[in-house]
């Protein structure tokens, strides 16, 4: 299962929304997510437990210190399928391709 992190500036709202939207985009691809939420202070603690794929605002994106192993996905407009899922699904296909069915 992969792990996927949700990030923005306040972990409000617009990380859960993102979420919500990534996990459905997920869902209807049968790739087998866990997907969490944070604000970008948090962000750090919770990729050290072993986030797969981080997701943020691209001017968030480089304030996220993600190890190699991390994919950081820096998008224009989070809430934008069209950028976000061709992105998401590029990097399942490279690095879990055991999570496609």
């Known amino acids: 299962m992969i792990k996927v992190l949700a990030v923005c500036g ?6 859960l ?4 939207k990534v996990k459905k985009f997920l869902d209807a ?12 202070a948090e ?9 797969d794929i981080v997701l943020c605002s691209h001017n968030l994106a480089k304030n996220v ?20 899922g061709p992105l998401i699904l590029e990097t399942v296909k490279a690095r879990f391709p055991d999570e496609l069915s």
Do not use: H
């Open 10 to 15: 306040n972990g409000m709202g617009t990380s």
């Open 17 to 20: 929304v993102i979420k919500m």
């Open 29 to 40: 691809n049968n790739i087998k997510a866990e997907m969490m939420s944070c604000a970008l």
């Open 43 to 51: 962000a750090k603690g919770y990729i050290s437990q072993g986030i």
């Open 65 to 84: 210190d993600a190890p190699e192993r991390t994919t950081l996905l820096g998008l224009k407009n989070l809430m934008d399928e069209k950028e976000f």
